[in-house]
């Protein structure tokens, strides 16, 4: 049996997870951050290192901003994944936090993500 299934009149779709409402996954990746994060841990297919997706962030924080030359703040990038976007990512069963690692981990819920990501999308605005 498929990981997803398609999106039927139910709105869910079917994981190893359990089912996850299109609006829930949909939340999660509302985020500009939250879809870099999803976005590198589809790309490596595994653990991701925090300090890689904080990089990938402020490397597109700093095209965005390059017009006044301040550099982006990676610690308040990196409390921001840690505090705010990995733990909505964790709720929606999408990727959680090993702090003793130091790494994005996949969930279940990750492969749901790629048919409501476009290929283009991997940031899909200013972060």
Known sequence: MDRLQRFSGTGTVRTDGGDRSVD?????????????????????????PVADIVDRIA????????RDGSPPDRQ??????????????FRANVASHDDDAGTVVPKPALDD?????KPADSSGGSV
């Not at 308040?76 to 990512?89: E, N």
């Open 24 to 48: 829930e996954l949909s939340e999660a990746l509302a985020d500009p951050r939250r879809r870099i994060v999803v976005s590198a841990l589809l790309d490596a297919d595994s653990s991701v």
């Open 59 to 66: 490397d597109e924080k700093q095209r965005d901003t390059d």
């Open 76 to 89: 308040r990038i990196r409390t921001s994944l840690v505090q705010v976007h990995i733990p909505k990512l």
């Open 113 to 117: 993500t790629r048919a409501l990501l």
